[in-house]
């Protein structure tokens, strides 16, 4: 259940949508980002790293890397994360508690991992939290596996001269380094374990200004060699490239998973409650027709049930300044619409939610079959301005008594 307080916090997730950007890198042999070694780069208490990668092989050697601020040589030795493969399994791997574990004697295996499609995008992530013990991968916003370790805090006590790259390992058993080969964009490294649905929501979205990140790097820096931290924080990277290394198109360019089925999707909804503030301007397009209000530009969220739902869905918050009407399409770029909705009812929008309540608009209920659907926002007769939407599934008994939040939501 999520309260409207908690509404506050989580719209700061997925606050700016990310599509089509400059560029992003595809590593060769022998390329390689080097961000060094900072203390503002060393989580404790939990982390996430993630990022979009596109492997140019089906199998790599074992340690060929994505992101690497990783020492592995033993107990008393050990110290950092990485993001590589082992066993044809990309594996987030970390030292944790005292340090004292041994990670490579007791094999790199056990960590969690997952396999990876060849020539498409895929978005990675690896995340710990200290209060559960337990490493976990996610592919695309999905957990796939997790490891249940010693616990305790990320362990940097023998990092010493180790620093952070991206697409290179350095001093792996047997004193080999790993190079990654492949596209990788939208580096991201926080000081806290996301849950399922906060990743789900920032992978295709701008992290800028969300609570816990402390290193991004989206490659925006087209044929500069200098790779800039975003947050910051001053822990730019330096490109190394070989040669045979090149700039590409930005991963969110091409991205079915971001992007929806087309031009007229602005945002895909990935999980469920969903919660987003942005703002309506005068530069969106005006994509979809409203059979019974006048309108104007609109904003339009892809979504896909798997099973029948009940949904819910209103702009009630105080950030909502103009006057709001939602409606959903069954197909994209559809006229014709399943329902459309203006002014909602004080039962169902506090008026100390909106002001004026009528500039909020409500569904309160709708059962939708599975399927793909488009939430479509727009102004009444045109209007622009700042609003907050939420969405989520109905329980199958609701009280005859509507809480003045959204605590109802599931």
């Given at each position: 259940?999520?309260?409207?307080?908690?509404?506050?916090?989580?719209?700061?997730?997925?606050?700016?949508?990310?599509?089509a950007?400059?560029s992003?890198?595809?590593?060769?042999?022998?390329?390689?980002v080097?961000?060094?070694?900072?203390?503002?780069?060393?989580?404790?208490?939990?982390m996430?790293?993630?990022?979009?990668?596109?492997?140019?092989?089906q199998?790599?050697?074992?340690f060929?890397?994505?992101?690497?601020?990783?020492?592995l040589g033993?107990?008393?030795?050990?110290?950092?994360?990485?993001?590589?493969y082992?066993?044809n399994?990309?594996?987030?791997i970390?030292s944790v508690?005292?340090g004292?574990?041994?990670?490579?004697?007791?094999?790199l295996?056990?960590?969690?991992?997952?396999?990876?499609?060849?020539?498409?995008?895929?978005?990675?992530?690896?995340?710990?939290d200290?209060?559960?013990?337990?490493?976990k991968v996610?592919?695309?916003?999905?957990?796939?596996?997790?490891?249940?370790?010693?616990?305790?805090?990320v362990?940097?006590?023998?990092?010493?001269t180790?620093?952070?790259?991206?697409?290179?390992?350095?001093?792996?058993p047997?004193?080999?380094?790993?190079y990654?080969?492949?596209?990788?964009?939208?580096?991201?490294?926080?000081?806290?374990?996301?849950d399922?649905?906060?990743?789900?929501?920032?992978?295709?979205?701008?992290?800028i200004?969300?609570?816990?990140?402390?290193g991004?790097?989206?490659f925006?820096?087209?044929n500069?060699?200098?790779i800039?931290?975003?947050?910051?924080?001053?822990n730019d990277?330096?490109?190394?490239?070989?040669g045979?290394?090149?700039?590409?198109?930005?991963?969110?360019?091409?991205?079915?998973?971001?992007l929806?089925?087309?031009?007229?999707?602005?945002?895909v909804?990935?999980a469920?409650p969903?919660?987003?503030?942005?703002?309506?301007?005068?530069t969106?397009?005006?994509?979809?027709?409203?059979?019974?209000?006048?309108?104007?530009v609109?904003?339009?969220?892809?979504?896909?049930?798997?099973?029948?739902r009940?949904?819910?869905?209103?702009?009630?918050?105080?950030?909502?300044?103009?006057?709001t009407i939602v409606?959903?399409?069954?197909?994209?770029?559809?006229?014709?619409?399943i329902?459309?909705?203006?002014?909602?009812?004080q039962?169902?929008?506090p008026?100390?939610?909106v002001?004026?309540?009528?500039?909020?608009?409500?569904i309160?209920?709708?059962?939708?079959?599975?399927?793909?659907?488009y939430i479509?926002?727009?102004?009444?007769?045109?209007?622009?301005?700042?609003?907050?939407?939420?969405?989520?599934?109905?329980?199958?008994i609701?009280?005859?008594?509507?809480?003045?939040?959204?605590?109802?939501l599931e």
């Open positions: 259940m999520l309260n409207r307080f908690y509404l506050i916090t989580i719209i700061l997730f997925g606050s700016v949508q990310l599509r950007q400059d992003s890198f595809t590593f060769q042999e022998n390329d390689f080097t961000i060094g070694s900072n203390s503002s780069l060393q989580t404790e208490t939990g996430t790293i993630e990022c979009w990668v596109n492997p140019e092989l199998n790599y050697s074992d060929a890397p994505i992101v690497h601020y990783f020492r033993g107990p008393t030795e050990e110290s950092g994360f990485t993001l590589l082992f066993e399994e990309l594996r987030f970390l508690g005292t004292d574990y041994d990670i490579y004697g007791d094999g295996g056990v960590w969690p991992g997952t396999t990876l499609d060849q020539d498409v995008w895929t978005h990675v992530a690896g995340i710990y200290s209060a559960t013990g337990q490493a996610f592919k695309n916003g999905v957990e796939q596996a997790s490891f249940n370790t010693e616990g305790g805090n362990n940097w006590e023998y990092i010493e180790v620093e952070m790259k991206i697409g290179k390992s350095n001093n792996n047997g004193g080999s380094d790993g990654f080969s492949g596209g990788i964009d939208e580096v991201r490294l926080w000081d806290t374990a996301l399922q649905n906060t990743l789900q929501t920032v992978m295709c979205n701008s992290p200004g969300n609570p816990g990140l402390i991004y790097w989206n925006n820096d087209g500069d060699a200098t800039t931290d975003l947050t910051g924080n001053g990277g330096t490109l190394t490239n070989s045979s290394g090149y700039w590409d198109a930005d991963v969110y360019g091409n991205n079915d998973i971001c929806g089925s087309g031009a007229c999707v602005d945002s909804i990935a469920l969903f919660f987003h503030a942005a703002t309506l301007d005068e969106m397009g005006d994509d979809w027709n409203f059979q019974n209000y006048p309108h104007g609109d904003y339009a969220y892809e979504l896909t049930l798997s099973t029948q009940n949904i819910y869905i209103d702009t009630c918050d105080t950030l909502t300044n103009f006057d409606s959903i399409k069954d197909a994209c770029g559809n006229d014709v619409s329902i459309e909705s203006d002014d909602g009812t039962d169902f929008c008026e100390a939610s002001d004026p309540p009528h500039y909020a608009s409500i309160d209920s709708i059962s939708l079959e599975a399927g793909t659907y479509v926002l727009d102004g009444y007769s045109g209007q622009i301005g700042n609003y907050a939407v939420a969405v989520g599934t109905l329980p199958s609701v009280s005859s008594a509507i809480a003045e939040d959204d605590s109802y």
